[in-house]
């Protein structure tokens, strides 16, 4: 979940320039219950057969593991259901005896907090009962015990810490963003942290907060692309478009979904022609083909990208919603007025086409 933050933070500032005084501001940002379970599993699920081994003696003769996690809401908290394998056993003569064995479910209560200095999202436990097979509650003592002093610490251990991220945040930006803008990038990130966590029941909504620039930056016109601008650009393109559309090929290979398949290619080429138009001169009496590609696009996309997160393995459908949240986000800071120079449109587009090409230039000759 760190890497789906420090996406935020890149889109957040990707389009950062110059200014003086700041004021705070507070984005939104829905973590779909899909995606925490993710950043559950990566964190805690990493034994064989995808178990989370909680607790073993060091002969692993008694062990307490958890598998199988599912994910929803209630009552305004994250509910989080684990099957459980248990066994307290001895070792004698080099074997294993098996005192006890249990098998049964976990279920736990789970509340969005955030730490007193608003840099550390955690999941505290509130409520946990477990039950037998039968659907019987748990009533071996020792057991009780056990799942208490172990597996609710371990299943509150997932969390973000904003104060791990921010060094991958602004070494990540620097790719991204002018030098000169290194300081000013350096001071919003100190002051991003969390003011708000709340579970519903599609996901956890927090608000990241930060100190916007206070006055609103107008973004100059860009000049369309000269003829050599455009020859270095479809050179550029042409393997960021090799690129989707083998990711393309896989989405469909991997949901086994031709329909997917279509409506992102059919995504692709428009993004093809809205682009091109895009940086070339226009009419001022025309609508602007990159701004009306992504509202008409985004409303199409989204729901696909989601469909397709929820059927895929954990990294892949990680990265699938990272870049669904950090769409979101782009249009979330247009509407404070583009505070930091980024803009939907086909100026936002010939002024990152531009940067971008001077940064691969530039790593080229190093």
């Known amino acids: 979940m760190n890497k789906y933050f420090l996406t935020m933070a890149v889109s957040l500032l990707a ?9 705070p501001y507070k984005l939104p940002i829905q973590l779909d219950y899909s995606l925490i379970k993710k950043a559950v599993v990566s964190q805690l699920f990493t034994g064989e057969g995808g178990a989370a081994e909680v607790w073993n003696d060091k ?7 958890l598998y199988n996690p599912r994910i929803s809401g209630e009552g305004g908290q994250i509910k989080l259901l684990n099957d459980v394998q248990a066994q307290f056993g001895t070792s004698f003569g080099g074997q294993c005896i098996t005192v006890l064995a249990w098998d049964g479910a976990l279920e736990t209560f789970q509340q969005p907090t955030i730490s007193a200095d608003q840099s550390v999202l955690s999941l505290p436990v509130t409520k946990a009962n477990a039950y037998d097979r039968q659907g019987q509650q748990l009533t071996i003592d020792k057991l009780q015990d056990l799942i208490k002093r172990v597996a609710e610490p371990k299943l509150a ?22 030098k000169e803008n290194a300081g000013e990038i350096k001071k919003i990130l100190e002051t991003l942290k969390f003011s708000s966590a709340d579970a519903n029941d599609g996901g ?9 620039p206070l006055k609103k930056v107008t973004p100059k016109p860009e000049a369309p692309f000269t003829e050599a601008e455009q020859k270095q650009w479809q050179a550029n393109w042409q393997e960021w478009d090799g690129f989707l559309s083998k990711a393309i090929n896989q989405a469909a290979s991997e ?4 329909e997917l398949r279509d409506t992102l290619t059919e995504i692709l080429l428009e993004s093809r022609n809205a682009f091109q138009a895009g940086l070339k001169a226009q009419s001022p009496e025309s609508s602007d083909p990159v701004r009306v590609f992504f509202t008409q696009t985004w409303q199409k996309l989204a729901p696909q990208l989601r469909t397709l997160a929820k059927q895929l393995p954990e ?8 870049f669904i949240a950090a769409t979101d986000v782009i249009y979330e800071l247009e509407n404070i007025g583009a505070p ?8 936002g587009l010939r002024r990152l086409a531009r940067m971008l090409m001077a940064g691969k230039q530039q790593a080229g000759v190093k």
């Open 15 to 23: 389009g950062i320039a110059k200014t003086g005084a700041a004021e």
């Open 315 to 322: 990294v892949e459908g990680l990265r699938y919603l990272t």
């Open 204 to 212: 956890v909504n927090i608000k990241l907060a930060f100190d916007a």
């Open 340 to 347: 930091f120079g980024l803009e939907v449109s086909s100026d």
């Open 255 to 258: 949901t086994q979904s031709p």
């Open 59 to 65: 002969h692993k003769c008694s062990f307490l593991k």
């Open 157 to 178: 251990e997932v969390k973000v810490d904003l104060n791990k991220s921010r060094g991958d945040m602004e070494r990540t930006l620097a790719g991204f963003l002018p």
